[in-house]
C-alpha cells in the first residue's frame, strides 16, 4: 500500500503476484479448474488484508514496548525523588 495525500491507494497487481496466485489455485483445484479474474482478486485482497494486519501488529508492539520503557523510566525517577527526599 501507498500512502498519497491523506488517502491509501493500493498497489496493482504484479506479474509475479499474479503468477503465484494463479499457481495456488492450480494447486488448491487441480488442472482441470478454471478460476476467474474474481478469485485471483480474493486471494490478492486476502494477503493484502493479512500485509496489513502484520503492520498493524508491529506498530502496536513498538508502541507498546515504548510504553514500557517510559513506564520503567518514571518508576526510576519516582523512587529516586522519594529516597532523596
Known sequence: MRRGTG???VDQV???DMERIQ???REVGGPNVSWGAASVLDVWVAEAHMEAQRRA???ILVATWA????????VV?????VLAG
Open 7 to 9: 488517502r491509501e491507494t
Open 57 to 59: 501488529s508491529r506498530q
Open 67 to 74: 510504553l514500557v520503557v517510559a513506564t520503567v523510566g518514571l
Open 14 to 16: 504484479s506479474a509475479a
Open 77 to 81: 525517577a519516582t523512587l529516586g525523588l
Open 23 to 25: 499457481k495456488l489455485l
